[in-house]
């Protein structure tokens, strides 16, 4: 942990302030099918998710028009609540796109959509769709939340730039729903607002495009000496990920209504992680348990899956000098390596048939199996039988059987969990 976020966290007090007590909304990213079923499996309340056109991740797999159906359906099946993204600016050509796509939402009964455009917030309005402000409008006074809430909006998503104590502030003055993220990707611009991707290789962050080129080792270059030096040992322009789980207990009490995970283009086991981890923070939080030992335990959990290092963001200050993430990928503390595929699953005997496609497994290693009807399965191999007989380890080739925590599908991946050396 560097030395800013323990001083953020060691300045924090036990002061509470009133508030309801209903536990904060958990919303989680969902890129595809597989981390849809990852959130709702593992306690996520809502979820937000983009279509193929007009949202700010396009690069994830997202989802059509033609999936609004099924997805509405499990999502309210499993009481989960489906909020879609339609959050870039939208240029004049799109205005009649963005207006099928609103109604559409409207039809197969998407609970609200997240939206930036005036365009959009407009066309809600017009077709009486609940919408929500994102955060790329940059909502940080009460003032600008009450011109929001008078076109219609019924929840603002905070600037990522608003401090705790500003936030509180904002709380106090206005009776609309605040949303804030809590775990995450941080980003070198403005409330996400960037050009650098659009100036270097024409995609536009504000399109859902990026390329990310804030994360790369850069080189600045004396021409006149003809000497250069590297900046990458410290990736200036490469924030840490935001991570509140040591001080998530504030956030509640702040008055905050949505918990949001950022994280549309990560892997599903991230989502998987992130989700149960925060949780079991606000589930253990209304029953009075939420030690410190716990928010150590969770933070553990949190650092298996990727991440560029944790930060405590704006919560409490500007971030500092410490908080770049020092590297170009991921400072997670355990990797997955494919290892094979589902064959069969045997429901009544709770048994899955998995062919060893690379590598090895043996008992006690920890595996993970994905698909998208399974979502992320995560466990301990206590037991294997190899082509018939019980053994200790299988390897390429092999054809295995062993029992699962609960039901998996026929082509799910198979994974092992390794720690980083």
């Given amino acids: 942990m560097n030395t800013q976020r323990k001083n953020d966290l060691n300045n924090l007090t036990d002061n509470r302030l009133t508030t309801s007590n209903r536990p904060p909304e958990l919303m989680a990213p969902a890129g595809d099918w597989t981390m849809l079923r990852a ?12 279509l193929d056109k007009l949202n700010m991740r396009a690069k994830a797999k997202n989802f059509t028009l033609d999936d609004l ?69 940059s909502i940080s006074n009460s003032l600008a939340a009450d011109v929001y809430k008078r076109m219609g909006a019924v929840r603002i998503v905070l600037a990522r730039e608003c401090s705790l104590e500003e936030i509180k502030k904002i709380r ?9 993220f809590v775990h995450g990707a941080m980003c070198i611009a403005i409330s996400g607002r960037c050009f650098m991707s ?30 250069s030096l590297v900046i990458g040992e410290d990736y200036v322009m490469s924030p840490q990920d935001l991570c509140t789980i040591e001080f998530v207990d504030k956030l509640i009490e702040a008055g905050i209504d949505s918990f949001k995970i950022e994280g549309r283009k990560r892997a599903p086991e991230y989502v998987a992680k992130a989700v149960s981890a925060y949780r079991q923070a606000i589930d253990l939080y209304f029953e009075g348990k939420l030690t410190t030992e716990k928010k150590k335990e969770l933070l553990i959990e949190l650092e298996k899956v990727y991440n560029r290092g944790f930060s405590s963001g704006f919560y409490f200050n500007v971030p500092s ?8 990928g991921s400072k997670a503390t ?49 037991k294997v039988i190899v082509n018939d007989k019980e053994d200790q380890t299988a390897k390429r080739g092999d054809e295995v059987t062993f029992k699962t925590p609960s039901l998996v599908r026929r082509n799910d991946r198979v994974y092992l969990i390794e720690q980083v050396v």
Avoid at 107 to 116: A, E, G, L, Y
């Fill in 198 to 227: 659009h100036h270097l290789f024409g995609k536009s962050a504000n399109r859902g495009e990026c390329v990310q080129p804030c994360r790369r080792e850069y080189e600045v270059y004396d021409s006149a000496a003809k000497k």
């Fill in 69 to 137: 159906q099924e997805l509405t359906t499990y999502c309210k099946e499993n009481k989960v609540k489906t909020y879609l993204t339609l959050n870039t600016i939208v240029f004049e050509e799109e205005l009649e796109e963005l207006e099928e796509i609103i109604v559409a939402a409207k039809t197969n009964k998407v609970d609200r959509i997240i939206c930036s455009d005036l365009a959009a917030a407009d066309l809600c309005s017009k077709h009486q769709m609940p919408f929500c402000i994102s955060t790329q409008s």
């Fill in 172 to 180: 106090a003055k206005t009776d609309l729903e605040i949303e804030t």
């Fill in 39 to 50: 959130a709702v499996n593992n306690g996520a309340d809502a979820i937000y998710f983009g």
């Fill in 334 to 382: 355990t990797r997955k390596s494919y290892v094979g595929k589902v064959l069969n699953y045997f429901k009544e005997i709770e048994i899955a048939h998995i062919l060893i496609e690379s590598g090895q497994i043996k008992t006690n290693d920890v595996l993970l199996i994905m698909g998208e009807t399974t979502g992320v399965l995560e466990f301990n191999l206590e």
């Fill in 321 to 328: 000098s410490e908080e770049y993430a020092g590297v170009e």
